[in-house]
């Protein structure tokens, strides 16, 4: 109330000081009492005005205060009821309250800071200008330097994880090989591309997966002598068998010098084709592991994949027809083109499709559908999905390993190879598969 009481007192005080000025002028006091009361009405309203400002001055104080986050300062409270006691009361609690948010924001900005500078995995952001904001020690000590102060100079460290950092995008992955005086690393880089306060910047991981990919090729070595161990052991012991016994055959004829038969003569006749077709054998399956380790560059083009789609529904019209399987192709958009070799994703669909075939043998409902889209990420991804009986968990985890199959009839190479072409790509492919659901395979192109 005190507020109020002031300003109607000096607001009557200067009505009061008006009325004799006009009465003082209209009884003509003279020039020097008029100029007295008009010097007194002055200074009345000029400290009617400041009065009245005083209190809009402390609450600009107190906004200034908040914009330059000075929460420090506190406003004198009497506790005598008064409206401006009132008024420091509120400030100073306001004051109280964005002083301990500050104080909670700090504490969480420097635990995550903390955090993110002692984690394993290497991190950097950088803004669009290239200025580094954060790097922690991770990223320091795989790129074996003090600091960095804009992201430009890692060109100076390895020219392919600068080119790569600059080119990913949201969600991109690359495998980089960089020296380190520790030996050399195989560096995963993942980059995600953020968008705070108007601002744009990257996120960068860097993490050493040299340790895991020895670990990994060992195991896919060992796979692998497995598998062609297997084989050729499946081959060669019935064709050292079969010749074995022939020679010993052979041997105690001459030594007796007996002559051979008819029967004799077919028998022979009959191990020798057997051992044709097994050494046949074994050099086909020598081709197949040729062509799955030998695959050509990319020759990369503009692929539309509407007509790619129409190409592959030509190519197994006869199949499809044959089995009744109902083909449905999706593109979204309609036009959607994708960078890369022709021919070689032309085979990955083959393979798939036919794939998909072979599942649907046995289905009530026979459909492939084909499905061309660009996920959120700015991917483009291709899939081929099937109605069929799907694939058992225990074989899912198996089915991209070479000489692996599931079918009666095949090689075993079609999914190896498909792999290999979507990682000469920088793509990926994945399956998602549940028995009597169907199975799924996405084509994933990072762009």
């Not at 064709?239 to 105690?252: H, P, Q, V």
Request: no cysteine; proline share 2%; glycine share 6%.
């Amino acid at each position: 109330m005190d507020y109020k009481v002031g300003l109607l007192g000096r607001i009557a005080f200067l009505a009061a000081s008006l009325f004799l000025l006009a009465f003082t002028i209209f009884d003509e006091w003279g020039v020097f009492m008029i100029s007295l009361l008009l010097i007194l009405v002055i200074f009345q309203i000029i400290y009617l005005l400041r009065y009245s400002e005083s209190s809009f001055q402390k609450v600009r104080t107190f906004l200034d205060n908040i914009k330059q986050d000075k929460y420090s300062q506190l406003y004198p409270v009497k506790f005598d009821g008064t409206e401006t006691d009132d008024l420091h009361i509120e400030f100073n609690a306001i004051l109280a309250k964005l002083k301990e948010d500050q104080a909670e924001k700090e504490a969480n900005f420097q635990y995550f800071r903390s955090v993110f500078k002692h984690l394993s995995i290497g991190l950097i952001t950088f803004g669009e200008n290239g200025q580094i904001q954060i790097i922690n020690t991770a990223a320091k000590r795989i790129l074996n330097v003090e600091n960095l102060i804009n992201i430009s100079e890692i060109e100076g460290i390895n020219k392919e994880l600068h080119l790569a950092i600059h080119h990913l995008k949201t969600g991109g992955s690359e495998l980089i090989k960089i020296a380190h005086p520790d030996g050399i690393m195989q560096l995963s880089v993942y980059v995600i591309e953020l968008l705070m306060r108007g601002e744009k910047f990257k996120l960068v991981s860097l993490q050493n997966i040299q340790s895991e990919l020895e670990e990994k090729e060992m195991e896919a070595w060992q796979n692998l002598v497995k598998i062609l161990t297997h084989e050729i052991m499946n081959s060669i012991a019935p064709i050292s068998s079969l010749a074995g016994t022939i020679k010993d055959d052979l041997e105690k004829k001459i030594d007796s010098i007996s002559e051979l038969t008819p029967q004799d003569l077919e028998d022979y006749l009959m191990g020798m084709a057997t051992i044709e077709k097994r050494s046949q054998g074994l050099t086909s399956f020598v081709s197949d592991f040729r062509s799955l380790a030998h695959i050509p560059a990319p020759k990369f083009s503009s692929i539309a994949i509407g007509r790619l789609f129409d190409q592959l529904e030509i190519l197994l019209q006869h199949q499809l027809e044959s089995g009744k399987i109902t083909l449905n192709k999706v593109l979204d958009p309609k036009e959607l083109i994708l960078f890369g070799d022709q021919t070689q994703i032309e085979q990955v669909l083959i393979n798939l499709t036919q794939n998909a075939i072979h599942a649907l043998e046995d289905a009530e409902e026979k459909v492939i559908t084909l499905h061309a889209y660009i996920d959120e990420s700015g991917k483009i991804i291709l899939e081929v999905a099937d109605t069929g009986k799907g694939i058992e968990e225990e074989a899912l985890s198996k089915i991209f390993i070479p000489f692996f199959t599931t079918k009666k009839k095949g090689s075993g190479i079609g999914l190896s190879l498909s792999k290999q072409i979507m990682r000469r790509h920088k793509g990926n492919i994945q399956v998602k598969s549940s028995p009597g659901e169907g199975t799924t395979f996405k084509l994933i192109f990072n762009g």
